[in-house]
């Protein structure tokens, strides 16, 4: 069965640092993945997607990700953290031709002054 | 542009009673509809995935005779927590996804239960 990995469940990052938020996955076969965020008392917001093709993709705010089949891995990124993007970021997976996400257990984002 | 909405935002029910929580897809024809609980301090767990057309799945630990779900059609879903405990709070998402593949969300339904 699919399944995700995050890591750290708890990463603080001064403002105008860069940022890394791990996340591997399980999964057998082509995945398709994604980035939600979550701010407080909020739904989710979707940040970005990989479907096959460019490893790395863009998303909103700044935020990339990169895919790595070797690594099983699909690593979210920031250049510079803003103290808006504190939050809790979610990564997700979904089974090919399956309209259903399978979600790690999230990172909380903590910005520093 | 794609836009699903959710209601009521937040409710309260007494423990043991029920409550009914809608989910409305605006902009694109939702074909499928996953409902998902975020229980406090949780992650996103699937409770069911409704196809139109299709018969509605539902994952373990989560079964129709507790969370009855009706999908008339391609804009519309409803689920009910029937007979609602303690571990029933937290926050009802809904996720409506059309001919893109893409899941859009509501901003979900916040349910307490006294």
């Known amino acids: 069965a699919q399944s995700v990995t995050q890591p750290d469940a708890r990463v603080t990052v001064s403002e105008g640092a860069s940022l890394q938020l791990r996340c591997k996955y399980s999964?057998?076969?082509?995945?398709?993945l994604f980035w939600y965020v979550q701010y407080p008392r909020q739904g989710l917001q979707l940040l970005l997607k990989?479907?096959?093709?460019?490893?790395v993709v863009q998303g909103v705010n700044g935020f990339e990700a990169e895919f790595s089949k070797s690594n099983s891995s699909f690593h979210l990124r920031k250049a510079s953290v803003h103290w808006s993007d504190w939050a809790v970021y979610f990564c997700?997976?979904?089974?090919?031709?399956?309209?259903?996400?399978?979600f790690g257990k999230g990172t909380v984002l903590l910005v520093s002054p | 542009g794609a836009l699903v909405y959710q209601y009521p935002r937040r409710t309260i029910c007494k423990s043991g009673t029920s409550m009914r929580m809608e989910c409305q897809a605006v902009?694109?024809?939702?074909?499928?509809v996953a409902w998902y609980r975020q229980s406090p301090q949780k992650t996103f767990e699937l409770i069911a995935l409704?196809?139109?057309?299709?018969?509605?799945?539902?994952e373990q630990n989560f079964t129709q005779e507790k969370f009855p779900i009706s999908h008339p059609n391609l804009s519309f879903s409803s689920m009910t927590v029937l007979n609602a405990y303690l571990e029933d709070r937290g926050l009802y998402l809904c996720?409506?996804?059309?001919?893109?593949?893409?899941?859009?969300f509501g901003p979900g339904t916040r349910l307490t239960v006294l």
């Open positions: 997700a997976v979904r089974l090919s031709g399956y309209n259903k996400l399978t």
């Open positions: 902009g694109f024809q939702a074909t499928s």
């Open positions: 999964y057998f076969g082509t995945p398709y």
């Open positions: 996720g409506a996804t059309g001919d893109s593949y893409e899941q859009y």
């Open positions: 409704s196809t139109v057309n299709s018969a509605i799945k539902y």
């Open positions: 990989y479907y096959p093709g460019d490893p």
